[in-house]
Antibody, heavy 120, light 112 residues
Framework: EVQLVESGGGLVKPGGSLRLSCVGS????????MTWIRQAPGKGLEWVGR??????????DYAAPVKDRFTISRDDSKNTVYLEMSSLKTEDTAVYYC???????????WGQGTLVTVSS | QSALTQSASVSGSPGQSITISCTGT?????????VSWYQQHPGKAPKLMIF???NRPSGVSDRFSGSKSGYTASLTISGLQAEDEADYYC????????????FGGGTKLTVL
C-alpha cells in the first residue's frame, strides 16, 4: 500500500523559513516523480512544484508564486522529498500535500497534508 | 496565471447523472490531453478520479467518466450516490507563463 507522510509544518513569522518532509513507502520511490500541492484554508488546490526522478534528470519545476523562494529536493536513500520554503508570506498559509505523479501531470497518491501558518 | 473555470456548485438526486465542466485556454486544456479530476471530501486529502482526460485509476467506480472538447473538459457522474457529495477539482498541464499544472476553482456537488 502506498503511503506518504508529511511533516514539518507549523507557525512561522513572515520572512521566515521552513522545511517540509514527505516520506514515501509502498512503491519504488527512486522511480517516482513527486509534487507538492497546497490548499489555503477554505480555498482550492494550488500546484506548488514537481521534481522528476533522477533517472529522468531530476528536473524541478515551480509555480510562479513560489519560484525563487521554494526549493524541492529529494533523498532517494531515505525515500524522502523535501520542500524548503524561504521568504514566507502570509499568503503561503496552507495545508501542504505531497503526492506521487501519475502520467506526467496527475497526482496519483496523496499524503494527509501538513499545515503551514505564516503569521506574526 | 488564472485558474481553470468551474461552476461553483452543482446538485442532483440519487440515481441521476450530473456533469461538471472545466474551461481553459489553448495553453492548457485546449492544447494537451493532460486533464485530471479530483474528489475531495471535507477534511480529507483529494483523491484522483480521472487522469489524461478519460482514464480511471484502478478502484475508481466506472460511474465516473471524463471527456474533453476544445477548451472544455467534463466530468460526468452517473447513478449519483450520497457518498459522491464532495468538492471536485479539475487540473491541466499548462504552458502559460511557467510550465506546470493549473487547477480549477472547484465545484461543490450536493446530492439532494
Amino acid at each position: 500500500e502506498v503511503q506518504l507522510v508529511e511533516s514539518g509544518g507549523g507557525l512561522v513569522k513572515p520572512g521566515g523559513s521552513l522545511r517540509l518532509s514527505c516520506v514515501g513507502s509502498g512503491f519504488t520511490f527512486s522511480n517516482a516523480w513527486m509534487t507538492w500541492i497546497r490548499q489555503a484554508p477554505g480555498k482550492g488546490l494550488e500546484w506548488v512544484g514537481r521534481i522528476k526522478s533522477r533517472y529522468d534528470g531530476g528536473t524541478r519545476d515551480y509555480a510562479a508564486p513560489v519560484k525563487d523562494r521554494f526549493t524541492i529536493s529529494r533523498d532517494d536513500s531515505k525515500n524522502t522529498v523535501y520542500l524548503e520554503m524561504s521568504s514566507l508570506k502570509t499568503e503561503d498559509t496552507a495545508v501542504y500535500y505531497c503526492t506521487t505523479v501519475r502520467s506526467i501531470t496527475s497526482c496519483g497518491h496523496w499524503g494527509q497534508g501538513t499545515l503551514v501558518t505564516v503569521s506574526s | 496565471q488564472s485558474a481553470l473555470t468551474q461552476s461553483a456548485s452543482v446538485s442532483g438526486s440519487p440515481g441521476q447523472s450530473i456533469t461538471i465542466s472545466c474551461t481553459g485556454t489553448s495553453s492548457d486544456i485546449g492544447g494537451y490531453d493532460y486533464v485530471s479530476w479530483y474528489q475531495q471530501h471535507p477534511g480529507k486529502a483529494p483523491k484522483l478520479m480521472i487522469f489524461d482526460v478519460s482514464n480511471r485509476p484502478s478502484g475508481v467506480s466506472d460511474r465516473f467518466s471524463g471527456s474533453k472538447s476544445g477548451y472544455t473538459a467534463s466530468l460526468t457522474i452517473s447513478g449519483l450516490q450520497a457518498e459522491d457529495e464532495a468538492d471536485y477539482y479539475c487540473s491541466s498541464y499548462t504552458t502559460s507563463n511557467t510550465p506546470g499544472v493549473i487547477f480549477g476553482g472547484g465545484t461543490k456537488l450536493t446530492v439532494l
